[in-house]
């Protein structure tokens, strides 16, 4: 019992120590366990905290504010930094993949036309040779894959204001079309037949074969 006074004193409802000296034991006891009967009534009674004890609660939580958005959001701007570094990774990585297939299919182009050389398709003859209607129909043919081979390689690797390794990989098509459109017989072929072709395609064809201006 003397326990329960001991914490009944330090309480805020303890009686004035004058007030206390006049009390008898017997109304001390009496008090205490009245005390202690109303905190066991409401165990979540917690005492009020000190001003100061606000005031640093208060700072804690200003803190929280104004450190802890920042660094979500630069943790959110990281987090979408990576996703996008990785989908251009994947990008480049897509269009390294067009490029080797298309200059495979160029390459066994090439191949074809070197197995070829009576049809004469790349326009290099010392005479142009007299072609009988197959060959003159097989020279078509090998002239429409190869206009089909440039337009696909326009439509995928293609588009304005290119950069970097995306640049160089579309500067060395545009530097096979500029020497296929050189050859006369592949060049007249190439124009009277671009009505079907993506009309991008087309009018870059077209400007290709314009004569450039004198420097």
């Not at 330090?10 to 008090?31: C, G, I, N, V, Y």
């Not at 570094?85 to 495979?104: A, G, T």
């Not at 592949?186 to 004198?214: H, I, Q, S, W």
């Amino acid at each position: 019992m003397r326990g329960s006074v001991s914490i009944f004193e330090s309480s805020a409802f303890s009686p004035h120590p004058a007030l206390r000296a006049t009390l008898s034991q017997r109304e001390r006891d009496k008090l205490a366990i009245g005390r202690d009967s109303a905190f066991s009534a409401n165990p979540r009674y917690t005492p009020p905290m000190s001003d100061d004890a606000l005031r640093f609660w208060e700072y804690a939580s200003y803190l929280v504010t104004v450190l802890g958005l920042p660094m979500a959001v630069f943790a959110i701007w990281r987090e979408m930094r990576a996703e996008r570094m990785n989908e251009l990774k994947e990008i480049e990585q897509r269009e390294d993949e067009i490029y080797v297939e298309l200059s495979q299919q160029y390459t066994a182009f090439l191949e074809a036309v070197l197995n070829h050389p009576e049809l004469d398709l790349m326009g290099e003859a010392a005479e142009k040779p007299q072609l009988s209607a197959h060959q003159t129909q097989q020279k078509r043919i090998y002239f429409e894959m190869l206009i089909a081979l440039f337009e696909r390689a326009y439509i995928l690797l293609y588009e304005p204001g290119l950069k970097g390794d995306a640049a160089r990989r579309w500067q060395s098509w545009a530097d096979y079309m500029d020497w296929w459109l050189k050859n006369p017989d592949f060049c007249a072929y190439a124009l009277d037949n671009l009505a079907g072709e993506d009309p991008a395609f087309a009018a870059f064809v077209k400007e290709r074969t314009l004569p450039k201006p004198a420097p």
